[in-house]
């Protein structure tokens, strides 16, 4: 069983409105948590990165949040754009290892 | 470009051929990972260096699969006798880190990717 769950599995919205991503983790003994965003045919690309002690990091229109004590974390998207479309991964590291656990992604698809 | 690069960018192969995909990372990273990811889910790991050791495999990585880091710069990894079910994107990615342990904050940087499909 993946020890990184992400859900929905996919999703479609119009531009400019706004939608959020979810994770839930088994991941232990937890480091830290990231998001990476991944275009079609591309490698993935970080959007965030909040160890134990934070629990929520801005990079532009994305907006992650965490909760380490129900190992949950979500990934808000303002005002979506067309270019947002893509598959959003969260990931998730031990402390003990350097290993990452991937969840499978939500594909998200904005549409004009 | 300072970034991950690959190399290449896709290869379509027959069954039991051999291939090999490259990996330059960032300069001043030590360490190197290689993933592979199917459609429609995250990347899995294969392999990882720091510098030119290779310090684990994954058990996703056969007797057909070998990776090389020879200098502590570019990576190579070769599939032998490929399969179809060796079909996938094999992503490489890089990072800075100090010492051995886990659980670093140090981001990976990732490459284009390889797409590898099998006839």
């Known amino acids: 069983k993946n020890q990184v769950e992400q859900s929905p599995q996919s999703l479609i919205i119009l531009e400019g409105k706004n939608c959020t991503l979810q994770?839930?983790?088994?991941?232990?003994?937890?480091?830290?948590l990231r998001w990476y965003k991944q275009d079609t045919g591309r490698g993935p690309v970080s959007l965030t990165i909040?160890?134990?002690?934070?629990n929520t990091k801005s990079n532009g229109r994305y907006t992650a949040t965490l909760d380490a004590d129900t190992k949950q974390s979500s990934l808000h998207i303002t005002a979506s754009q067309l270019s947002d479309s893509a598959s959003y991964i969260c990931v998730v590291s031990r402390s003990n290892d350097y290993k990452l656990s991937f969840g499978a992604g939500t594909t998200v698809t904005v549409r004009a | 470009d300072t970034g991950v690069s690959q190399d290449p960018r896709h290869k379509i192969t027959k069954r039991g051929q051999n291939v090999t995909f490259r990996c330059d990372p960032i300069?001043?990273?030590?360490?190197l990972y290689w993933y592979r990811q199917t459609l429609g889910q995250g990347p899995e790991f294969l392999t990882y260096f720091q510098n030119e050791a290779q310090l684990e495999k994954s058990r996703l990585l056969s007797d057909r699969f070998s990776a090389e880091r020879p200098k502590g710069s570019f990576s190579t990894l070769e599939i032998q006798r490929t399969e179809q079910g060796d079909s996938a994107m094999y992503l490489c990615?890089?990072?800075?880190?100090?010492?051995?342990?886990?659980?670093?904050?140090?981001?990976?940087?990732f490459g284009p990717g390889t797409r590898l499909t099998v006839l």
């Open positions: 909040m160890t134990f002690s934070e």
């Open positions: 300069s001043e990273h030590n360490r």
């Open positions: 994770c839930n983790y088994t991941v232990s003994p937890f480091s830290n």
């Open positions: 990615a890089s990072s800075q880190g100090a010492g051995l342990a886990g659980g670093s904050t140090d981001t990976q940087y």
